[in-house]
């Protein structure tokens, strides 16, 4: 069992930067890939960003890339997610997740994930 707490998010002007955050409650090598999601209100969740723990493949929805960037800390216990160019677009909770070792799936599928965060709001007006 893994659990995991999100913090850092807030409301920004359109523009603005945030920096979210995802402790686990242990390494994060007791997962295959750690994810970041979110969900909008009356959308389906959906993936931001993932990163596979082990090595430094990194992945990003379409919608994030070159605005967003997921990263562990050195400790392995901790995983980020730098938010720049945010739009009320990006509005939204934000939830983190995390898998069991060789859980089959894409990143990006929710299903994939059996460990969720309770959530951070992120607004972004204009």
């Known amino acids: 069992q893994v659990q995991l707490v999100e913090s850092g998010g807030g409301s920004v002007q359109a523009g603005g930067s945030l920096r979210l955050s995802c402790a686990a409650s242990r390494s994060t090598y007791s997962s295959d890939f750690m994810g970041w999601f979110r969900q909008a209100p009356g959308k389906e969740r959906e993936g931001v960003a993932a990163?596979?723990?082990?090595?430094?493949?990194?992945y990003y929805a379409d919608s994030v890339k070159g605005r967003f960037t997921i990263s562990q800390d050195n400790a392995k216990t901790t995983v980020y997610l730098q938010m720049n160019s945010l739009k009320p677009e990006d509005t939204a909770i934000y939830y983190c997740?995390?898998?069991?070792?060789?859980?089959?799936?894409?990143?990006?599928?929710?299903?994939?994930?059996?460990?969720w965060g309770q959530g951070t709001q992120v607004t972004v007006f204009s």
């Open positions: 997740a995390a898998d069991r070792p060789g859980k089959r799936g894409s990143w990006f599928q929710p299903q994939k994930y059996d460990y």
């Open positions: 990163t596979y723990t082990r090595g430094s493949n990194t």
